[in-house]
Every structure is written in structure tokens, then in C-alpha cells.
């Protein structure tokens, strides 16, 4: 049969292994960074026949992020069977690739620690060096319940059990058995690169009343280059973390025994954030957008007619008043709608653009907070844009192009994701498909490529996800703009047309940085806690060599405050270089020393943060260049922005 391969067709002959088939097709070099193929599109061991009814054979190579999915997907089997070899009466669970690796649930009597990583990696090592193959079995439901009962892997059985599927596959390597739909690797020695990471506690199938499990992180790489790159990464991403830094600058805490998944900002912590609200709320009004503010609890009808108690009651906190429900709001389009709703519009009103930073309440369990990433109380920079339908691309534009501005001036990359209609969501299809449509055009009009995400949107609409790359290369979901047909229909909004009819408006929900509290948790990662001199807490820092310069001091940061600085003075009796290291361990963009010299010059010693040393400058150089390094990002990205 005629089959393509790489764009070239070649006769394969029937019953030939999907192997075979490719070794004929490939040249030698490209054949052993092969780990499996797709046929007519569906994946396939390389052991497999080759389907009678192929016309396409797709090798998957090693190095792409499917053949990465395939090898560490594997390496979780061999982990599996290493830590069956070592820890006797050990019971498997699940073993899945995630997107940094790989992790196996373990069941023992007691938990794993890290103390034992060393010896499953050791045990691993020998597995990976013998190339066991992997090799697929089909059997009955009944006849893999058997198999795994007589090995004593109950939580198999479980899973067994919940397949609908009258046949099911299992995979072989070496000594271990595993329940699994496959494809996998040749054989073991394809993992050529892998460590594991850490260990955690997990409960069986997530649920808090099943029994905890032992879960074990790895990762693993086509090579051992990319191996050692993701581990600087990671031992980068430790230094740079924001939990680590914000006690180290003093940003913020938490107090789980009090207000779990909830932030205590720190004075410095709050001026860095009131810095960022302020800008925004600037740079809003500067885009037509009109600031307002809605309520913390609204009543239940009001999110029963949203359909946020339908489709996200389990994520909101609800409370009683005088007999009555109210829902602490999770979100702010119900206010927002209201606002709208409170005048009758005119056509030449719309668009209608409301910004609120506005404070909402999400449930999350304990187990996903963490620090500013995952928290329970945040504030989003949230807007929402009521327009015409004839005004809505122009509209998401105009939101495409705030996201840029933004992003460029803290130095992000980003890549689109278009999100499309969820299982669960209310509207209708020609809703859906309007509004999904509108996002495409949009983006393609801004000449920005994009890619799709199936089923991820929003209940209520489709939406563009914003995914921004850090300094160390990891990516962040940051900015959102979801289309909303669906909203101000059950919310009853309308506008009188130039027609004088009334006529539905059709909503546009944004948000740029996020939760503030997440974007200041990466942006604090992003920039290893030296932030850009516009918004970091304390610009500069005089720094006294005796007593006898303090007076000096004490002037020359009033004069400086004065200017509209960010401005401290450390006139503590203290050696200078123990001065000067705690305020580069703080981050500080400008470290300013005082000595006789300088004050008999009228001046100050202007050290960096980096340790370089720029010389003696009067106080009016010394603001001018803190003014200059504040409007640089600005600058760069094209923006231009009054500090006054």
C-alpha cells in the first residue's frame, strides 16, 4: 500500500511493524531519535502493524514535545518498577507526564522522603542500562481485574473497574506491570536524561477522605544537556522565589493559623502595590475607561441569575443577613452590568468602558495555595466593555493593544491562546460561535499569530489567554479578554439603536495584569526582587560613615522626598559595609554614602545596587538620573508616563 511519510510516498507492505515501515523511510541518524508514530493520526507503539487502511505515518521524534510526553510517561513506569524492587508490598496508583516531568503515587507504610530519592534514581539507572522493552497486551476488563488482584494492586482493580471499555491495555518492562493506554518508548534505555525531584503527600484520587499516598517528582529529557538546563532553571526559580524574597525585602506575610490563602502587606510591600494600582488606574483613564466600584455581597438571586451559582458555586463563599443569601463576589461583572443598567443608553453612548480594582473571594483548598500565586483574596485590575456589536472588534483591539503596552514595559514575552466553548457553559451556539469569531478576527487584524485551545473558555464566552515568558523562560498565564453575548442577555441590558429600537449590547470582560496579587508574586520572581526603579519601594538609600554626617543626611533625603524620591536615610552606628551590603541584599536601585568628603562637596557617593560605583553627584544629578531610570521602560516601550 502507498503510504506518506515526511511528504514522500513509499509502498509498505501489509503487516509490516510501524518500525520497519519507518527504517525504510528515514535515514539512520533521524530513525534513532524516533520513539513512536501516529498512523492516520493516532498513535501507535513502533512494535505496532502498521493499519491496512494507512495512508499517513508520522514518526514522533524524541525531542518533540510529544516524544518528550512519551519519555517521561515511560520514565514514571521505570520509576515504578524500581521502587517495587526496593520497597517490597509497595502499591502503584497512577503515573502520569505533567508538564515539567513526571510523578508515581505510591501507597507504603510509610511515607517516601527525599532520603530515598537517591536510591530509587540508583535502582532506575540499572533499569534504563538493561533496555527492557515495553511491550502491549490487550485484554478483558475481567481478565486485567484478575491480573491485578493476583498482584495484589487493588487501586488497579479500582481503576479497572471505572473503565467502561470491554478491553484494556497493559504495558510490560522488565518485572513491571502497569495498566496503561500507551504508546511508550522501544524500550528503557530511551531515557537517556532524568532526575527526580521531590516528594509530596497526595490523596487518592484527590478526594480528602481517601488514604494518603506517597508522590514522587521526576523529570526527564530527550538529552542530558536539556536535563542540566531545566535543573539550573529550577535551582534559578529557588533563588528567585517570591515567598523567599518578600520576607527577605519585607513585601508582605501570611498567617494560615488566622486568615489562610490571605495576603498581609507590609508598608513596603503596600506602597510597591499602591505605585502599580495608581499607574493603572492612570494609564485607564488615559484609554477611556471610567473607574467605579461595586459591592462585596450581593444576594444569590442576583448569582443565580448570573449563572455563577449554577457553574461556580463551589468556588464562592456564601453568608446569611436577615434571613437572606448573599455570595461574596468572585467576580465583578454582576456590579458592573448593574452600573450599566442604571441609565437607559443611547447607541452614542457605547462603547461603555468600567474599571474597577476590585477585591473578590474565591475558595480555593489548602492544598493549591501558595504564596501570591494561588490565594483566596485578590484584586483584579478588571474592566468590562459594553459596546455595540459593530464596535467589538474594535474594542478587543484596543484591549490587545493595552496587554502589549504592558507587557513590553515589564519586559515580557507573551504568546495568545485562543480558549473555545467548555462542556459546562450557558449560551447559545450561534452565541458561542459570534463571539469566538469576533476574538479570531481580532487578533488576526493585529497581525498576531495565536493558537486554540479546545473547551477552555469561560462559562459564559470564549476568551484570548495571555501567556507571558519570565526572565528564567518559564511561562505565566497572565491577561485575559472574554466575549460575552450570553450575560447581557439574561441581564436584560439594551441601548436604543439609531434606529430607536432597543437593541443588546454584547460585553467584552478583561483583565490585563490579573490578580494583582499573582502579578506581583511573577513580577517579583521575574526580576529576582530588584525591581524597575519606578516601582520599587525605596529608590535610594543615604548612608551615613559617622555620626558626624547624619544632619547632612537627614537634609539630603528631605530634599530629595521633596522632589517626588522614594527616599531613606540609614544614619545607624554602623560599619558602612555592613550598611551598604544590607541595602544591596533590599534590592535598592541607588545606594547613596555620606562621608566628610561628600559633605564638604556638597554631594553624595552614587553606588548601584549591581556594586558599581558611579562617583561623587550633587543631589539635582542624583534625581535627574533616578527620573531618567524611571521613564526608561516607559521609553523603550513606547509609552510615556508623569511620575508627578
Known sequence: MNVTIEGQVFDVQSGVSCRDALKGALSGKKFKNVVACRCNGAPLDLTATVPADTTTIEPVFADSPEGLELIRHSAAHIMAE????????????IGPAIDSGFYYDFDYERPFSVDDLEAIEAEMQKIVAAAHPFTRTEM???????????????????????????TVSVYRSGQFVDLCRGPHIPDTSFVKAFKLLSVAGAYWRGDEKNRMLSRVYGTAFADPKALKDHLHQLEEAKRRDHRKLGQQLDLFAFHEDVAPGMVYWHPKGMLLRTILEDFL???????????????????????EKSGHYDNYRENMYFTVIDDNAYGVKPMNCVSHMLIYKSHLRSYRDLPRRMFELGVVHRHEKSGVLHGLLRVRQFTQDDAHILCRPDQLEAE?????????????????????????????????DEDWDRA???????????????????????????????????????????????????????????????????????????????????????LTEHFAGAFPTWIVPVQARLLTVTDAQ????????DQLMAAGLRVEADTRNEKLGYKVREAQLEKIPY????GDKEV????????????????????AEVADMIRADCQEPFKRGGMSYSFS
Do not use: C
Open 600 to 619: 564638604e562637596a556638597g554631594g553624595v557617593n552614587v553606588r548601584l545596587r549591581t556594586g558599581e560605583n558611579l562617583g561623587l553627584k550633587t543631589l
Open 82 to 93: 524500581a521502587v517495587q524492587k526496593l520497597f517490597p508490598g509497595v502499591k502503584v496508583t
Open 281 to 303: 488606574r492612570k494609564e485607564h483613564l488615559k484609554r477611556g475607561y471610567e473607574l467605579v466600584q461595586g459591592p462585596q455581597l450581593l444576594r444569590r438571586e442576583v448569582w
Open 396 to 428: 478587543i483591539i484596543g484591549v490587545i493593544a493595552l496587554v502589549r503596552d504592558l507587557m513590553g514595559l515589564f519586559g515580557f514575552d507573551y504568546r495568545i491562546v485562543i480558549s473555545t466553548r467548555p462542556e459546562k457553559s450557558i449560551g447559545s
Open 550 to 557: 547624619n544632619d547632612f543626611a537627614l537634609g539630603a533625603r
Open 591 to 594: 545606594i547613596l554614602v555620606v
Open 436 to 522: 469566538t469569531n469576533a476574538l479570531i478576527g481580532a487578533v488576526a487584524t493585529a497581525g498576531l499569530s495565536y493558537t486554540i485551545n479546545e473547551g477552555d473558555g469561560a462559562f459564559y464566552g470564549p476568551k484570548i489567554d495571555v501567556k507571558v515568558t519570565d526572565a528564567i523562560g518559564r511561562e505565566w498565564q497572565l491577561s485575559t479578554i472574554q466575549v460575552d453575548f450570553t450575560l447581557p442577555d439574561r441581564f436584560d441590558l439594551v441601548y436604543i439603536g439609531q434606529d430607536g429600537e432597543r437593541h443588546r449590547p454584547v460585553m467584552v470582560h478583561r483583565a490585563i495584569l490579573g490578580s494583582l496579587e499573582r502579578f506581583i508574586g511573577v
Open 140 to 166: 478483558s476488563r475481567d481478565e486485567a481485574i484478575a491480573l491485578f488482584e493476583g498482584m495484589g494492586e487493588t487501586y488497579k482493580v479500582e481503576i479497572v473497574r471505572d473503565i467502561p471499555a470491554d
